[in-house]
């Protein structure tokens, strides 16, 4: 009779769960932002498309959009003028 090596389990502190559910809910979150961030830029792009058509009253297409972020939003470049 061939004898069967084990070992015994692993025990898993309180700390490491909550290090691993916290690990899982960041993940989860980071997935979430990502696929949220992907709609809005489609959202956005269907957006500026229509009100390019609505302003020249004709159709439109974008070879490339560049997006600025919301935390620049109102910030002038080092060196810009603001225009009157």
């Known amino acids: 009779m061939a004898q ?3 070992t015994p ?3 898993i502190t309180r700390g490491q769960k909550w290090t691993i559910a916290g690990a899982a ?3 989860v979150a980071m997935g979430l932002v990502l696929a ?3 709609q809005l830029t489609r959202l956005a792009h269907d957006r ?3 009100a390019l058509e609505e302003h020249f009253e004709s159709r439109v297409e974008l070879k490339s959009r560049h997006s600025i972020p919301l935390s ?3 910030r002038q470049r080092p060196g810009a003028q603001a225009q009157t």
């Open 4 to 6: 069967v090596l084990t």
């Open 9 to 11: 389990g692993r025990q």
């Open 25 to 27: 809910l960041v993940g």
């Open 36 to 38: 949220a961030s992907r």
């Open 48 to 50: 500026i498309i229509a």
């Open 72 to 74: 620049s939003c109102g």
